[in-house]
Every structure is written in C-alpha cells, then in structure tokens.
C-alpha cells in the first residue's frame, strides 16, 4: 500500500518561479526522502530529513517535515527547465533493512 | 563506476513466457531491491535482500521470484509472464553503512501481450 501521497499530482510553472510539493503518509517514520525522476530514467535521490528534523536545505531545495501532522513539502526555488520531471517522497519506517515506500509522485513542469 | 545497471532495457513477451531480468552494481553494496513503477503510481517494492544469501517479500511478490547471486547481482524472474505483470521495473542498491538511500538502475520496460 502507498504511504505518501504527494500533491498536486501535476504542476506547470515557469522559469524562474518556486515550485511547492506536498507529501502526507500515514504511519509514524524514521526519515522522509524526496526523489527526482526524469522521463523515462531512474529515480535519482536529492535529500532526506528525519523524524527529528524540522527543515532541510540542499541548495534550491528547502525540505520540511512536521511529524504532528504527517505531512512534508518540497521547495524548489528558481526553477529551471532542467527542473521538469517527476518528485516523489519515500518514507523510511525503521528497521535494518531500510525498506522504503514511495509515493504516486508529483509531475513538474517547467516552461522556459 | 557505473553503479547500477540492468538488463536488458525493454522487453516484449507473451502470456505464459519466462524470462529474468539482471542487475548488477558495483558501489560494493550490501543490500538490494526490486521495484516496479505502473502508470501514475509510485514504486512498490517486489523483493529486496538485505546482503549477500538473503532475500524477502516486498509488497507485491507473487508472479515473481528472485536470486541473489552474489554480493554484486540481484535478478528477477517471471516464470509464466501475465498482462498484468506489464511495467516498468527498477533495480537498486543501499551502502553498507547506516546510509539510508537507495541508488536506482535506468529500469528496465516490459510489455507482457
């Protein structure tokens, strides 16, 4: 069963804007992780922060996480064209052998 | 370093045919995982083996086997392909460490008729 569910499922921005996406799970975790996907390649990972993190930032990106409310977002500021791909956040619930589930993934659209 | 790789790329079978699927890191790492990925929906895990000799049921086993070959190959095998087994699939790899990402193969298509 899914345990993140990203939103929006699709979001078409321009150049230059930020871009915002929201991830909301449903069992307590040990991380939270954000993947990129470009089209037709594999996932590629971009940052994680755990469950005593409140935020994270790697570059353009700016992570939160607020375990009251089991949700996360991803920021991504001054998009680029090279941005447009797929996101998904994957939660880490413990354990040795670092399952991770995976959202449905948010589709992000850069226009130049 | 190529780290994770897969083969073949795309594959077409028919109902009822078996092939297995390879992947192969070389970032030395312990553990590893099988994944597919259906239109509009996030990775679900398949099988994983935690290191060398080991393996497990993920979330959406059946139709599926796995063998963990040696330290560096993880393959999946579908003894009687279905329709439904139509997906892409993706192979990755964690470090030994307590390092808790996960490297991702490019995936591999498959189109079961």
């Known amino acids: 069963s899914q345990q993140g569910e990203e939103d929006p499922q699709a979001l078409s921005i321009q150049e230059g804007e930020n871009a915002t996406m929201n991830c909301s799970y449903k069992?307590?975790?040990?991380?939270l992780q954000w993947y990129r996907q470009n089209s037709g390649r594999g996932l590629v990972h971009l940052i994680l922060i755990r469950s005593n993190e409140r935020e994270k930032h790697s570059g353009r990106l700016r992570v939160t996480l607020d375990t009251s409310k089991k949700s996360s977002s991803l920021l991504i500021t001054a998009s680029r064209a090279a941005d447009t791909a797929s996101y998904f956040c994957?939660?880490?619930?413990?354990?040795?052998?670092?399952?991770?589930?995976f959202g449905k993934g948010t589709l992000l659209t850069v226009n130049p | 370093n190529a780290g994770v790789t897969q083969t073949p790329k795309f594959q077409v079978l028919k109902t009822g045919q078996s092939m297995t699927l390879q992947c192969a890191q070389d970032?030395?790492?312990?553990?590893m995982y099988w994944y597919r990925q259906d239109p509009g929906m996030g990775l679900r895990l398949i099988y994983y083996?935690?290191?060398?000799?080991?393996?497990d049921k993920g979330e959406v086993p059946n139709g599926y086997n796995v063998s963990r070959l040696n330290k560096r190959e993880f393959s999946l095998r579908l003894e009687s392909a279905a329709p439904s087994q139509t997906s892409v699939y993706f192979c990755a790899s964690r470090a030994p460490s307590a390092e808790e990402t996960q490297y991702f193969g490019p995936g591999t298509r498959l189109l079961v008729l």
């Open positions: 970032m030395n790492h312990n553990s």
């Open positions: 994957a939660t880490n619930s413990g354990g040795s052998n670092y399952k991770l589930t």
């Open positions: 083996s935690a290191s060398e000799g080991t393996t």
């Open positions: 069992t307590s975790i040990n991380n």
